[in-house]
C-alpha cells in the first residue's frame, strides 16, 4: 500500500503555475472599473436626440461629469435578435471594431416608436411582441417579450466607457489637463496603468490612454447560466461573487487546473441563460480581453417572521446579474431572445455562420456528410479543419468510406479532409 501511495501522480503539482498568468488584480482595466464604479454610473440618454432610420434608431448617451456624449444605436435583426452599439460619437480616432465574423447578409427589421411613459422610449420590432423601453434618466434599457421584462441593461449603472485621450505632453494647454476625464497624477497613472501597464518584464504602452468599456445586464427570472468558452469548469456558469471572474483571453496553456476560470484555449464571447419556458442569449462581440463576472440571486428567501425569530420562506423573483468588461473596442452586443434553446442556437448561427465543427464527422453518417459537404460548397464556408492529421470514425456509419471520400473529395475541401483526417 505504501509503495503504491508513493506511485500515485497528483494531478495538482503537475498544474501549470497560474503566477506567469495574469489573474483580477493584475489586469489595470479590471481595477479601474471597479475602483470607479463603487458608484453606479450617471449615464442619461438623451431622447430630443433621436432619429429613426430604415436600419436603426440612434441617440446620445451622456455621462453627466464628462459631459461628452456617446453614440448609442439599437437596431432589429430578422429573427429576434436586438443589437445594441455604444461607441463615441466625435472619437479621436476609429476605435476597433471587430470584422470577418458577422455574415454580410443580416436582415435588419424596421423598428417603430410606440408610445411611453414621459421620459421614455419604447422601440417594438416586426409583430411588436418584442420591445426595447428605453429609460432617459438615469440611462438603462428593458427587453419586454409579451408584457414580461426578461432582460434589463445598465439597471445596475455599470455602463463604463473610456474615450480616448491625446497624450499628456502633447496637451497643448492647461484647460486641457483639467478637463481630463482621467486622474493624471503619475502615483493614479502607475496604479491604474492608464497609459502604460506592466506585467513581468512586459509593457504595454498606451499612446492614446485607457479604453476599456463595460456593460451591466440583469436577466430575470434565471439562474442557470452556460457559455463563454473556454474554461475547466463545470457546465454551468457559477457567481463569481467570492473569486476571479471568468476570462476570456486566447492562451495556450499546458497542464490547466479544473475548477479554475482561467482562459486555457480560444474564447467565444457568447452566452446562454435558460430557465422554464425561455431561452437568452447574449453575444458581445468585442476581440479584446475581457472579464465577465457573474451574481445569482436565489429564487426564494429567508425572513424573520414578525411572530418570532421563526424563518420563514417568501418567494421572490430569481435574478442573475451578468457584467461584461473588455480591455478595448466598443460595445457591440447581440441579444438572442429565443425563446426556445433552438432559437437562440439558430439565432447566433444566423449572425455568425459558423459552420459545424468537422469533428462532429467522426460520429455522423454517410447521409449528413454528404449534406454538410453540398452545404459547404454552396455557401462557400471557410476549411476550418486544417492541417490536422489524427482523428477517428464509427466504423458502422462509414463502411463504405473509400466511396464516400471518391464521392466528395474531388469537389469539397471538408471532403478531402476526411480522406486526411479521418482515414
Known sequence: MESAEKDEI???DEAV???IFKDCSKIAFYRRQKQLLSKKSTYRALLDSVTTGKDSARFQIINEPAKVPLLAEVCGIEGNIFRLKINEEI????????PDVLTSKLTTVRLTSCPGDTGSLVLASGKGDLKCHITANPFKVNLVSEEEVVMSINSLGQLYFEQLQIPPKQRATKKNEEDASVDTTQ???EELGLWEEKFENFVDVKVNGPAS??????LHGFEHLYGIPQHAESHQLKNTSDGDAYRL???DVYGYKIHDKMGIYGSVPYLLAHKLGRTLGIFWLNASETLVEIKTEP???YTLTQMGPVAAKQKVGSRTDVRWMSESGIIDVFLLTGPTPSDVFKQYSYLTAVPLDMWGLCSSTRDLTHTLCSGSRESQLPDHQGSCKSGFFKTKNFCKSKNIIKSEKPTCRMGE????SYI
Open 213 to 218: 468599456i463595460g456593460l451591466d445586464f440583469s
Open 91 to 98: 472619437p479621436l480616432k476609429p476605435r476597433y471594431e471587430v
Open 10 to 12: 497528483s494531478v495538482e
Open 249 to 251: 483571453y486566447n492562451l
Open 299 to 301: 429564487a426564494v428567501k
Open 17 to 19: 503555475d497560474k503566477n
Open 187 to 189: 502615483e493614479n497613472q
Open 417 to 420: 479532409n476526411i480522406c486526411k
